[in-house]
């Protein structure tokens, strides 16, 4: 934390690896992981993430780094101590980190070893339900499944996006019978988002034929790792898409519920929940002028970035 704090310097990209290679060999060394080494491993992973997504072939780290970053874990063992210390929110963090660095394929052979992708979501929540079935369970649960769906976004995962929600309905179901209380809490809320936002459907295509391929620029590809906002570079200025080109129809209803989480996590003062809410709403509005302009301010004014 403390060099991270630091002024940027030339090097900079590199001293970072250079942190990360040194936690990693530091956690390879030790057999028992509280939730700190965990904690450590998993802003590891996001930061190797970050440097691979770059643009700047000096900040990424190499292939076999990313890859044998897995290695220092018996992911086996890790699984099943965490799962009997009932560890839930320290798994969370770790397979939500692990789906985002390694992919669903891997990371699923790594824990549970040669299984179907679709037996995964039942199979996690059998083991942890069966586990200890208690507030804290259930709610971290819920904010694990709800996490990966709205972390989910390729389409060609959408057969364990559908399993997760399932899951997700009957947490958030049980939360509701334990405690009106729960329902204002970030899992319960998620829940909303996640569940609004996989119900939605993808942008149509236009009477007229027209694509986005038919302007000149460039569709800035964020990655199908969550939720971002769209980002057209045109070539000429005068020449782009309009906005229901990018925008997927919703209706009253899921505006509302939109609106409703929007509300909850400001109530709560979860400002990253509430940014959240507020690009699935954006994205969503025929007119996101609104929604763009408080999602600006957000985070100008409580999250401190732009």
């Given amino acids: 934390m403390k060099f991270l704090a630091q002024p940027l310097f030339v090097d900079y990209p590199a001293a970072i690896m250079q942190v990360v290679r040194t936690i990693l060999t530091f956690l390879k060394t030790e057999t028992i992981w509280g939730s700190t080494e965990i904690q450590l491993y998993t802003l590891c992973l996001q930061v190797m993430k970050l440097t691979r997504d770059s643009s700047d072939q000096a900040m990424r780290p190499d292939i076999d780094e990313c890859h044998n970053s897995a290695d220092i874990i018996n992911w086996g063992e890790m699984y099943s101590r965490l799962l009997g210390e009932h560890r839930i929110w320290d798994f969370r963090d770790l397979f939500v ?44 649960l819920l904010d694990l499944f709800t996490t990966l769906v709205l972390q989910n976004r390729a389409t060609e995962k959408s057969q ?24 204002k809490t970030r899992p319960f809320i998620q829940w909303i988002l996640a569940k609004t936002l996989a119900g939605m459907s993808a942008v149509p295509q236009r009477s007229d034929g027209i694509t986005l391929e038919d302007f000149p620029g460039l569709l800035l590809d964020l990655g199908d790792n969550g939720v971002h906002l769209p980002i057209f570079v045109p070539v000429r200025h005068l020449e782009k898409p309009a906005w229901d080109m990018l925008q997927s129809p919703a209706n009253v209803a899921q505006i509302r519920s939109i609106e409703v989480a929007i509300q909850a996590a400001k109530d709560i003062g979860d400002y990253t929940l509430q940014s959240l809410g507020l690009k699935i709403l954006a994205l969503h509005s025929e007119v996101p002028g609104n929604v763009l302009d408080a999602l600006a301010s957000l985070h100008l004014n409580k999250l401190g970035d732009r």
Wanted: glycine share 4%.
């Fill in 160 to 183: 364990i996006t559908e399993l997760l929600c399932i899951y997700s309905r009957s947490l958030a179901e049980t939360v509701q019978t334990i405690s009106l209380q729960h329902m």
């Fill in 97 to 140: 980190t692990a789906i985002s660095s390694y992919g669903w394929q891997r990371t699923a052979s790594l824990i549970f070893g040669p299984r179907r992708l679709c037996d995964i979501p039942e199979e996690i929540n059998q083991d942890w339900r069966q586990s200890k079935n208690n507030e804290s369970m259930i709610l971290g």
